[in-house]
């Protein structure tokens, strides 16, 4: 069967699930493309033809899919549309969210034909404290390509819809995780957590730095910082996702978080990607 009409569906504040979703939609090689980026603001509610594939890319937060990310895909129907589906994490650990993709797009009327774990920088990550830095690297989008390349032979050897099967991610295999580094992590939270340390709720700006050149509003997916009032961020807004520490040119917006060193620390030996279909 062909599929002639194809949809990316991402959420990626810091940019790296929308990269990995563009090279699969560069393997997948199909000329009619529709762009849902609901990292900003928006109200997108729509319903996928049956011979229409969606490729969907999030990112991991705290192990669960980026909770704003499903808000914002909530009035997507689909017609039992195919669907690849992607969780991109920061080189710690998915834990439940492709599981959790998984079920929530197949509420939505998806079947998954596919499935994929990638590695994206870590939100956290800066200079002083590096975690999974400058990926997903080359290496990274062109196994991202192969994938595109693959869900399009598994596309072109079903006979019909009826024979394009789904997939259970169930059995997606987990990347290595050194028994070590992983104990240190947990040894490490516990200690801070028993110590009462906090964790910054908004990025901190030096007003000194800010040239007041509005990049971060522009970034940020919740409208967390107004035009012209940058030095302050609504905290009941931010969801700390970073954009706008990464934006900021003058680098007057910074997370100072306690796990960016942990994290730094401990996962450093980098993860791989993993597919299934
Ligand atoms: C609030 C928050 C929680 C995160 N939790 C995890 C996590 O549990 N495991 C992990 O490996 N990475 C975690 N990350 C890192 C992101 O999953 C990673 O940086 C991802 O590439 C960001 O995607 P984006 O560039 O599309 O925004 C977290 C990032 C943020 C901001
Ligand atoms: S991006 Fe940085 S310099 Fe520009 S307005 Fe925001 S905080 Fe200020
Ligand atoms: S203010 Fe908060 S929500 Fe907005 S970009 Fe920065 S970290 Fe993300």
New binding site residues.
Partial sequence: MTINEVHLITFSPTHTSRQIGEAIMRGLDIKEVVIEDLTKPCDVRKELPADALAIITVPVYGGHVAPLALQRMKEIRANHSPAVIVVVYGNRAYEHALQELDAFTGSLGFQVIAGGTFIGEHSYSNNAYPIAEGRPDEDDLAYAELFGKKIRTKIENAADREHLYGVDVKRIQRPRQPFFPLLRFLHRVVKFRKSGGSIPRTPQ?DAG?????????KQCPTGA?AKDN??NTDVDKCIRCCA?VK???????TFDTPFAAMLSECFRRPKENRIIL
Avoid: S
């Fill in positions: 700006v730095l800010c040239n007041h050149c509005g990049a971060c509003v910082i940058e030095c706008c934006a900021c040119p003058q680098k007057a917006r």
